[in-house]
Every structure is written in structure tokens, then in C-alpha cells.
């Protein structure tokens, strides 16, 4: 539906030389009626009619009174409460309906129609006379209605019937810490969190009756296949698979109001709104989902602006950005992201996480979906890849003491690998996510040439920098990196190397900050990490370099 015009000159529009009006109106440059506004009413005439008009058009804007010619083109619909009410109560509730409004921007105002309102600001002295022409004080511009006036009398009203009530938000089922079933083979974190999705069905049922997953025509790739077989993909109404038959079809698409998947398409602004929305419904029906969207990682900034409003709102939700960095080489650089780490470190009600090695993947994300839909919850981002790495390389202990103490650490934002103790450490080796192996690799030629190098496995950059800003020996930072075993860093990501810079900082260490400044390209992996230099030569030079060897 269509507001352009107020009643009041549409009634004009009805008379003689009414029709000429409006075409004139309708004609000019937006610019030109922009003009209009800023002449004094005497003036009106000529700009209303132009070079031109017609005998009906003068003889009409030549009767009007100059204030009340002035009044009538600056009524579009908008501005018309009437014209808008009896504009909503025309509006099928069957079916969605768009009303396009037109206004004037800063209408009334000394700023009206002039090109630079958009930044324009109000003196002294017409902030006062607004005031006075809303029978307010300056001082006192917040002041309600009273009560017993008809102002007071409607937003009372207004707000009995607005108010919502109190909701008992439902105490779900815990998340469990972890599954029960071990990663003993390579496997890729973007892997791994297809099995973790299919494994959360069998073991905690009722944790994942409330996930909902989504994806933009990726969830095959992004490795959703055996959670919506499992689960089925959600439909308004049940709908017939017609390529159930399909002997090369990997998912078993059953689409009904069951199902626990929604696909969107190639729509990634689609899908941080739908994850959002999803992850409000702890606060408007008590009743909390955890929603889990998937996307090529290189497209998160893509969806960056309405992720972030999403998060602003309220919506809590897990977006899982995968596949990412050069790791994803041999399919070229357009899929390469680059940035997206430094974007989850400095995304407000976020949490970045960036785990290397399956079994950590399962204790963060498990952490974070507990971290879903309650009142001091939290959004999670994880950065996921194709390398399938072999789980030995963690060095996951096997004593259940140190096991807890392992998944304390990765859920708070790292561990060493190897060695606890920094003591003695000539060099430390900071890696994040598929760099690992490379990172391990380095610390054994390094040893192999008598220089013993400490290993860091960071899961959340993220969280290791909040601790960083409460104190350089608070929480993880004081195993990672204790005070009174100081020693150069060397930092390592497939990603931006400004994002973990910040840990020089920690002790005043002399740094390497190793990543990626460029462009990908189609390469195999090798060649990437030479070219970017993040590979385990460069990682070792960087580390003798700094030791001064």
C-alpha cells in the first residue's frame, strides 16, 4: 500500500486544475520539492507552478491563502495519523502487508528539507521554540502526561495492553560437559562437528530436541547430513520427497513441521536473522531453542552488520563459520577468509572460538549451547576447517584429574601441549586452530637443534584477550604464559596476525606474529603455507630469529 498524499491535498487534487497540481508535484526532481520547503509562503506560487502551468493550475494555487498553499504540499501521507489508520484497518491479516509511507524529513523543523539535515542540528534557541510549540520546557522535555489529562488517559491505556507478562523461563536439561564417544581417528573439526550433532541425539535427547539448525544451501558441504537425517528439516506442512528414490541422494530430505533443520537457499543475511529470531524465543515464550547456523566462513562478513544487530537484540544463537582460511586452498581464493578471526575477537556478546583438535570442538560447543537462551547467555562463533587432523597431536591425557583439567582449560581459552611448565622454555610457540601440526612440527626441529620450545594451543583467542584486559596473571593467562617464565613468542594462525599480537603484551615478550596479510590462491596446502609464510620453516626461522640464533 501506497501513502504519498495526506487528505488534505487530495482534496485539492480533486478540484479544478487539481490533476495539474498533482502531475506538477509528482514531476519535479525530488530536489525541487525539497526547495519548496525552504521559501517563504509568498513564494510558494511560482515554485508550485512553474515556468509553465496551465490557466487551471494558477487560477487553483492563486486562491489559496500563501500559509495554507504551504500547508497543503507539505502534506504527504505519512504525516497524515488519519490517512495511516484508516491505512492499517485495511490490512488483510492473512497475508503480509508492506505500507510505504512518504514523509519529510525533519518536518516542522527550522532543518526541514534542507540538504544537510541529516547532520544538522538545532540552536539554542529553536530547541526552545519546539518546546514552547509543544507546550513543554526544555529542562523538563522527559516529563509524562498527567494522568488525568487525555495524553495521560491513552498511554495508560496504551501501556495496560502493551504490557507483557512476566515470563517463567523453563529450566532445560543441562548440556552435558561431553559425549561419550572418543575421537580416535583424523578427523576435521568441520567433521567432527557433523558427528558431535548426530552423536547429541543418542546421547542427551533432551539437549537436542531444543537445537535447531540452519544453513544457506550448505548443509551437506558444512557436514549437517547425519543430524537432518536424524532429524528431518522443518516445513509448514508435510511435504513429499520427490528424490527420495534417488539412489545418489545423501540426505534423506523428509520435510514436516517436525523436522529440525531450515534450509534458505544462498542467503546468508537470511540466516543470522532466522538465528537470531530463533534465539529469542527463551524470552518471549519461555521456551529456549539453541540455534546453530552454518556458513562458508569467507561469508561472514557478508552477514556481518545483521549478525551483529541480531546480537544487539537479544538473539543468542552459535554461528559456525566453515570452511575457513588458506587451509581451503585447493579450492581457491575467493573461499579463503582472512579477517574473520580478528571479526569474532571484537564482536560484542560473542564469544570466538577456534579449536584445533576434535575433542576440543565437543567441550567448547557443548559449553556454548549451554551458554544459549538464559538471561546471561551468550552468542558463541566457531572458525572450523577441512583439515582433518589426528587427534594424538593434542596429547589429551588419560588420568581423569588432568582430563577435567584439560577441558577447564579449553573452554577458557587454551593449553599447553606437552610440557605444563614454561621453565626453561628459550621460545613459545602460540598456534591457533588447523595451523597445529605445523606448530608441533616446529617445536620438534627446534628441539631437534637444542632449542626447547614451549607449545600453546589456543581454542578462543577471544577469551584468552578478556583475560589479558582483567590482568596479565589472571585466569588461563597464568598457565599459558606465567610471569616468572618469560621468553619470545612466536604467533601463528591462518588468519590475520594482528589477532593474536596482543599476547606481547602479556609479559613484555619480544614477538613473530605469523598469518595472513594477502590474498589467497588456488594452491595445494603446502604451497599456501609457504607463500604465506606459516608454514613450520617459517615458523621455525621466526623462532631462532628471535633467539638470536
Known amino acids: 500500500m501506497t501513502l504519498k498524499w495526506g487528505r488534505r491535498i487530495s482534496a485539492l487534487f480533486e478540484r479544478r486544475g487539481g490533476p495539474d497540481l498533482r502531475a506538477r508535484l509528482e514531476a519535479m526532481p525530488n530536489e525541487e520539492y525539497q526547495r519548496l520547503l525552504r521559501v517563504p509562503p509568498a513564494e510558494l506560487v511560482e515554485r508550485v507552478t512553474g515556468a509553465d502551468p496551465s490557466p487551471e493550475l494558477r487560477e487553483l494555487v492563486t486562491a489559496l491563502a500563501p500559509d495554507e498553499l ?24 492473512h497475508r503480509p502487508t508492506v505500507v510505504f509511507a512518504y514523509t519529510i524529513k525533519g518536518r516542522g523543523l527550522p532543518t526541514e528539507g534542507h540538504p544537510a539535515n541529516h547532520s544538522a542540528l538545532l540552536t539554542p534557541e529553536q530547541m526552545r521554540a519546539l518546546a514552547a510549540s509543544c507546550g513543554i520546557g526544555v529542562e523538563d522535555r522527559w516529563a509524562a502526561p498527567t494522568p488525568e489529562s487525555a495524553a495521560g488517559r491513552l498511554a495508560l491505556e496504551r501501556g495496560r495492553a502493551l504490557r507483557r507478562t512476566t515470563l517463567e523461563v523453563g529450566d532445560p536439561a543441562p548440556v552435558p560437559v561431553e559425549l561419550g564417544r572418543p575421537f580416535r581417528k583424523p578427523i576435521s573439526t568441520q567433521a567432527a562437528l557433523g558427528r558431535i550433532l548426530a552423536d547429541l541425539s543418542r546421547d542427551a535427547p533432551e539437549t537436542a530436541a531444543r537445537v535447531v539448525t540452519c544453513s544457506p544451501d550448505v548443509a551437506s558441504s558444512t557436514n549437517l547430513g547425519g543430524w537432518i537425517n536424524k532429524r528431518g528439516v522443518w516445513a509448514a506442512r508435510e511435504r513429499q520427497d520427490w528424490f527420495s528414490d534417488d539412489p545418489d541422494r545423501l540426505l534423506r530430505w523428509a520435510e514436516a513441521d517436525t523436522g529440525q533443520h531450515i534450509e534458505l537457499g544462498i542467503a546468508e543475511v537470511n540466516l543470522v536473522c532466522l538465528a537470531a529470531e530463533l534465539g529469542t524465543t527463551w524470552s518471549r515464550w519461555g521456551r529456549p531453542l539453541i540455534p546453530i547456523a552454518t556458513l562458508y566462513d569467507p561469508f561472514v562478513a557478508r552477514a556481518l552488520e545483521p549478525w551483529s544487530y541480531g546480537i544487539y537484540s537479544g538473539g543468542q544463537s552459535i554461528l559456525v563459520g566453515t570452511p575457513s582460511g588458506v587451509t581451503l586452498a585447493p579450492e581457491g581464493g575467493a573461499h579463503q577468509s582472512i579477517t574473520t578471526p580478528s571479526i569474532g575477537l571484537e564482536q560484542p556478546g560473542c564469544v570466538a572460538w577456534e579449536p584445533a583438535f576434535p575433542q576440543d570442538l565437543e567441550w567448547c560447543l557443548l559449553h556454548a549451547m549451554g551458554r544459549i537462551g538464559r538471561p546471561d547467555g551468550t552468542s558463541s562463533y566457531f572458525r572450523l576447517s577441512t583439515r582433518p587432523l589426528d587427534p594424538a597431536l593434542a596429547g589429551l591425557p588419560e588420568e581423569p584429574a588432568l582430563l577435567a583439567r584439560r577441558r577447564r582449560q579449553v573452554i577458557a581459552g587454551g593449553y599447553r601441549i606437552g610440557s605444563p611448565h614454561a621453565d626453561g622454555d628459550e621460545v613459545t610457540l602460540v598456534g591457533v586452530g588447523a595451523i597445529m601440526p605445523e606448530v608441533i612440527d616446529a617445536a620438534r626441529t627446534l628441539e631437534r637443534l637444542g632449542r626447547r620450545a614451549g607449545v600453546i594451543c589456543l581454542t578462543s583467542p577471544d577469551l ?47 614477538t613473530r606474529n605469523l598469518g595472513v596479510v594477502d590474498f589467497g590462491q588456488s594452491s595445494a596446502l603446502a604451497e599456501a603455507q609457504a607463500l604465506h609464510g606459516i608454514d613450520a620453516h617459517a615458523i621455525v626461522d621466526a623462532a631462532l630469529t628471535l633467539v638470536g640464533a
Open 70 to 93: 504551504a500547508a497543503a504540499v507539505r502534506d504527504l501521507g505519512g504525516h497524515d495519523l488519519g490517512l495511516l489508520i484508516d491505512a492499517f484497518a485495511q490490512v488483510d491479516p
Open 464 to 510: 584468552v584477550f578478556r583475560a589479558f584486559q582483567e590482568g596479565p596473571d589472571s585466569g588461563i593467562l597464568g598457565e599459558l604464559l606465567p610471569a616468572a617464565h618469560p621468553a619470545p613468542l612466536v604467533t601463528v594462525l591462518d588468519g590475520h596476525p594482528h589477532t593474536l599480537a596482543f599476547l606481547a603484551g602479556v609479559r613484555g615478550d619480544r
